[in-house]
């Protein structure tokens, strides 16, 4: 039997926290992967953005 003291009383409780914190960051590491968006394949055409231009960085033949 250990005997009782101040000090492995403070290790024990540095133990338990340290394994509860594990568990937390685990299960919050499965969470974010689950959450991943993931990747579409079989697309006919690349994905393009129909935003419009700008007209700062719009360029005409004309003024070239």
């Known amino acids: ?3 009782v003291t101040l000090a492995g009383s403070l290790e ?10 594990a568990g ?3 299960r ?6 689950k959450a991943r968006s993931r990747l579409r394949p079989g697309r006919s055409h ?3 953005s129909m935003k419009p231009a700008s007209t700062w960085n719009r360029r005409s033949k004309a003024a070239a």
């Open 1 to 3: 039997m250990r005997p």
């Open 12 to 21: 024990e409780m540095a133990l338990a926290q340290a394994v509860t914190l």
């Open 46 to 48: 690349p994905r393009k």
């Open 28 to 33: 919050a590491a499965e969470s974010i992967l």
């Open 24 to 26: 937390t960051v685990g």
